[in-house]
């Protein structure tokens, strides 16, 4: 999740949606403090990438 994301962009909040990885959909946000991910369908590991690397995050699954 972030991969590509510059670290100076963290100190806005910001999200994506909607982007289909390895059959399943995953939705992020950032709030200026913490990552906050849902997963909807398939289960996967959820790897932090780029800025997001060491921040703290919230990994919430839904079967849809």
């Not at 510059?6 to 910001?14: D, E, R, T, Y």
């Not at 390895?22 to 590991?45: E, I, M, N, Y």
């Amino acid at each position: 999740v972030g991969a590509g994301v510059p670290s100076a962009w963290l100190v806005q909040p910001m999200e994506a949606a909607g982007l289909s990885v390895k059959g399943a959909w995953l939705d992020w946000s950032w709030d200026g403090q913490r990552l906050h991910v849902t997963v909807k369908g398939r289960h996967l590991r959820v790897h932090l990438g780029g800025a997001f690397k060491n921040a703290q995050c919230d990994v919430n699954y839904r079967d849809e």
